[in-house]
């Protein structure tokens, strides 16, 4: 017993000796939580540049740590013993972060900059009064295609999708609200709906789309239609700029009967070590020259009005990826329908692929 309280302290001392050179070397190079900060975000999401600038400015090391999906980032933070001070999830997400108690309240008056944020994109559904989350980039979901693959159509309608003209001719996005959404759209209904019978009805519409359908994919959506293997694909505004940079035929249309109107926001997850440094953080990205660069290197659409006047009037004024405000006001975003219903969503989702097949 004696031999067994000496190895357990002689371990005990060994890793209380190793957390304290830690945090010696730590400190050292320029890791404690007062001069650093820990950015989660998604992979090649902000101008690399603008990070040097910021530690530049400030003297806060960046940490920089990626995500490939809102879910993995929840899981990461909702586990915690990872310090992220700035996190950068999607509108629903940041509704589930809520309800978990994961964010920190913002301090407005440390945000000078947020009046350059556009009226329309302010006090939304699943951030009321911006509270926890300030907006980041922002687009629709919508249709590519190719305009000399496509026989004349134009997709003003969602239901141009099922014309039997594009037999083996559709991508699919991987992605229940998406694709639920799309049909639920089609047919007038909401993409928030949760009437059985609407979800129902749009399951067996989507279903006599399945002549059309050529895959149901992910990432490889983009090669797959800027290498032109298919005609036409649901997409994320976002990935639409990018396909259509590497294909100029191509083209981006959101249908009439309106379709997602999605937001990735900046927030304070409760893992945040450096809660000021953050705030400097996103005060520096609400800048409106800041803002303007980053939307030119991601491509996605920026919410900052400032900025928007210092972009190029090739992008600012290209209404596939800055809509007016008749076409936004069609727009929805995604409400949190909750766990039950999220995974009712997903079980139709599925029956749909499995029918695909």
Excluded: C
Excluded at 85 to 104: C, F, G, N, Q
Excluded at 144 to 151: S, T
Excluded at 346 to 355: G, P, R, S
Aim: proline fraction near 4%; aromatic fraction near 10%; glycine fraction near 6%.
């Amino acid at each position: 017993m004696k031999q067994l309280v000496r190895t357990f302290a002689l371990v005990f001392v060994a890793a209380f000796a190793l957390m304290i050179l830690a945090s010696y070397l730590n400190k050292s190079q320029g890791y404690s939580g007062g001069n650093t900060l820990t950015i989660y975000n998604w992979g090649d999401y902000i101008d690399p540049d603008l990070l040097k600038e910021f530690e530049n400015e400030t003297g806060i090391k960046v940490i920089y740590q990626t995500f490939d999906s809102n879910e993995a980032m929840l899981t990461k933070i909702e586990q915690g013993g990872t310090t992220f001070d700035v996190a950068i999830p999607s509108e629903y997400a940041i509704s589930k972060m809520k309800e978990e108690d994961l964010l920190v309240p913002l301090d407005h008056s440390k945000l000078t900059h947020l009046g350059n944020i556009d009226p329309r994109f302010m006090d939304l559904s699943f951030d009321e009064g911006n509270k926890y989350s300030i907006p980041y980039f922002w687009g629709t979901v919508g249709i590519v295609y190719n305009p000399e693959l496509v026989d004349g159509l134009t997709f003003d309608s969602w239901n141009d999708l099922w014309d039997p003209r594009l037999k083996n001719q559709i991508l699919l996005l991987d992605g229940a609200r998406e694709v639920i959404g799309m049909g639920l759209n089609s047919l007038g209904y909401s993409l928030n709906d949760t009437n059985e019978d609407h979800l129902q009805e749009a399951l067996k519409k989507l279903s006599t789309l399945t002549p059309n359908v050529r895959a149901i994919v992910g990432d490889e959506i983009k090669m797959l239609l800027a290498n032109e293997e298919a005609a036409v694909g649901l997409v994320w505004s976002g990935d639409a700029s990018e396909i259509m940079d590497e294909n100029d035929k191509l083209d981006y249309m959101v249908p009439e009967e309106g379709s997602n109107l999605w937001f990735d926001n900046m927030v304070i997850p409760k893992t945040a070590t450096n809660i000021e440094g953050a705030h400097q953080f996103i005060n520096f990205m609400l800048d409106p020259d800041h803002a303007a660069r980053n939307a030119e290197y991601v491509g996605y659409s920026t919410p900052n009005a400032e900025a928007l006047k210092l972009l190029p009037e090739d992008i600012s004024e290209d209404e596939r990826f800055y809509p007016d405000e008749t076409l936004t006001g069609k727009l929805e975003v995604y409400d949190n329908l909750g766990k039950k219903m999220l995974s009712h969503y997903n079980d139709l989702f599925l029956e749909f692929k499995m029918h695909s097949k």
